[in-house]
């Protein structure tokens, strides 16, 4: 059993005559949303978020929080709800709601049964669930009467239903933040590359929607494949180097006379996108420098860093930026992060727990969130802000490696 103040850990018994299939083991891969072209001044982007003043009393009795607590997922699950206790030990006691937990880390967890006896039984809110399946069926049965909001999204981005709430950590909005640092930072000419599957491809799409939409221009997308000759092959392919070493070869032959060579980077390229893992980007980073490409900015995700003060191994990444939640470089709960970074088990799920910190922030100021639609809510994943089709949209913070260390610098 689970306990902070008046949670309860419940099983639930479910029956599905079929199996649904767990789509949720990298909650990154999500389905590019259309971005509306419409003129923007870029001078807008540099203008501080204003935050509303936040609601500290909830007047909910009783909040189910449907989450894997067993099962596949259940590391995510947990780290969900440990996030989801931190933020409600910042409250009176007698204030908070009786909050249940519901396991469903069970394949055969009916999520339409769970959530009409919940109806019957009288709560007021439901937080979850996590996999995109459940959550495909929640958004078909849910009603106006019971609302939800989801720590993952559907299938179908465009699927839109009142008192139906949709948060997660969807790396489209990293790529939308980045590219919009790119184009603040006077880069208007990108390169993408970006490996070969169909998350890499919809963080690219998102980065590059929205660096058109702000006047710049996408000058080659390549995509990479996990193999050190191929990685290689494609940051070549990129930057043209077979090209550049053939105009020598060619300008070497018409002169007959050997030239001293350093590849030639196009100068109108002043952006490079790369989307990928640590482990990817250490070795893809290397690749642009050693390729004469070092001095060209470089952008990525915050899947390249996992939170960990590890200067001799993350050198490889310095001088990429990239967008990250502001729990990580800010001094809240530093206690909590440090013990978590130390545990080898929790350390890759601090976003995860900032997640469910926040899905508290959202569920007691989500009437503000609704009226006062040119505010933000100041977040733990960002600055937070609820879209016409009730998403809960990420502002980021801006962090650069550099020495080693990733630090936030400014927007």
Not at 163 to 171: D, R, T
Not at 282 to 293: C, M
Not at 376 to 393: A, I, M, P, V
């Amino acid at each position: 059993m689970l306990t902070v103040g008046s949670i309860f850990l419940v099983n639930c018994d479910t029956n599905l005559n079929s199996t649904l299939s767990d789509d949720v083991s990298d909650l990154m891969k999500t389905e590019s949303e259309n971005i509306e072209k419409k003129q923007i001044n870029i001078d807008e982007l540099l203008i501080p978020k204003e935050t509303f003043d936040i609601v500290d009393l909830l007047p909910l009795k009783k909040v189910a929080v449907i989450l894997p607590v067993t099962g596949r997922y259940s590391k995510v699950g947990r780290a969900i709800i440990e996030g989801l206790e931190i933020q409600l030990k910042n409250y009176p006691e007698d204030s908070i709601p009786e909050i249940v937990i519901i396991d469903s880390g069970d394949k055969d967890f009916n999520i339409r049964n769970v959530y009409n006896k919940l109806v019957l039984d009288s709560y007021d809110f439901v937080i979850g669930p996590l996999r995109k399946e459940l959550i495909n069926k929640l958004i078909l049965y849910s009603s106006e009467s019971l609302p939800v909001l989801t720590m993952n999204y559907p299938s179908n981005l465009d699927k839109f239903k009142k008192e139906f709430y949709q948060f997660g950590l969807l790396p489209e909005d990293e790529a939308i933040c980045i590219a919009e640092k790119s184009i603040i930072d006077g880069n208007n000419n990108a390169s993408i590359i970006y490996p070969k599957n169909a998350w890499g491809k919809r963080i690219a799409d998102a980065f590059s929607l929205r660096y058109i939409e702000l006047g710049g221009n996408i000058i080659d997308e390549v995509v990479y494949e996990k193999d050190m000759n191929k990685i290689n092959k494609s940051v070549r392919s990129l930057l043209k180097i077979e090209e550049s070493i053939r105009r020598k070869n060619k300008i070497q032959s018409l002169l007959n006379v050997k030239l001293q060579f350093e590849p030639y980077i196009a100068n109108d390229l002043n952006t490079i996108f790369a989307v990928g893992t640590s482990k990817d980007m250490k070795i893809i980073k290397p690749q642009f420098n050693f390729n004469f490409a070092e001095n060209i900015p470089f952008y990525s995700t915050s899947h390249i860093y996992n939170g960990l003060f590890d200067k001799e191994n993350n050198k490889d990444l310095n001088e990429i930026k990239f967008c990250d939640i502001p729990w990580l470089y800010n001094n809240k709960n530093i206690s909590i992060k440090k013990k978590m970074l130390e545990n080898v088990e929790k350390n890759k799920l601090l976003r995860f727990v900032a997640l469910g910190m926040d899905s508290i922030k959202i569920i007691y100021n989500l009437e503000k969130l609704k009226t006062l639609k040119d505010k933000y809510l100041d977040g733990n994943t960002g600055y937070l802000q609820l879209d016409d089709f009730n998403k809960l949209r990420r502002n980021l913070k801006i962090v650069r490696f550099k020495n080693g260390v990733a630090r936030e610098i400014s927007f």
